[in-house]
């Protein structure tokens, strides 16, 4: 077994001059940086006072379920022959907010659209979503289920003029 190690930088920018001074003397903006990689900017969600422009933890927590589990998914096509030519992912996460302002997410919905070149493949390509989920770091992270609602298209072959 093999260790990997991520860092980030997290710098809160949001203090507007009295600092944490009371709940709404402060915005909820900061920048997040990964050493060689392009900032983003983060606050938190809007419903917590956040900056609806920015991405919020729970933003980011939905879309590393679905670019994980993108990434291990078309790795395990090749490896089984189907060749995919689109895949975009329209992700959803539910969160339980509790009465003391904690809470948890409660699920992640995967409705990723796929388009394949060979319609017989689409009941492989279907199982191997949830191999993808066994592989997936970040599902693996999570203790909450991930579900997955797939919609395939087949790829139409270019004419050659």
Not at 11 to 23: A, D, I, L, S, V
Request: hydrophobic fraction near 35%; proline fraction near 4%; aromatic fraction near 8%.
């Amino acid at each position: 077994m093999k260790n990997h190690h991520y860092q980030t930088t997290i710098t809160w920018t949001g203090n507007t001059g009295e600092g944490t001074k009371h709940y709404k003397s402060y915005e909820r903006c900061h920048d997040i940086s990964v050493e060689g990689k392009l900032p983003i900017q983060g606050s938190s969600d809007p419903n917590f006072r956040g900056d609806k422009s920015r991405h919020c933890p729970e933003d980011l927590l939905v879309a590393a379920v679905s670019s994980c589990h993108m990434l291990w998914y078309l790795h395990l096509c090749t490896t089984a022959g189907i060749v995919v030519t689109a895949y975009e992912d329209t992700a959803e996460g539910v969160m339980l907010e509790n009465n003391n302002g904690s809470g948890c997410f409660t699920l992640i919905l995967l409705r990723p659209v796929i388009t394949i070149n060979d319609e017989a493949l689409i009941d492989r390509a279907n199982e191997l979503h949830k191999e993808a989920n066994k592989m997936c770091f970040i599902a693996n992270s999570c203790n909450f289920p991930i579900l997955h609602e797939p919609l395939y298209k087949i790829a139409v072959p270019e004419t050659a003029e």
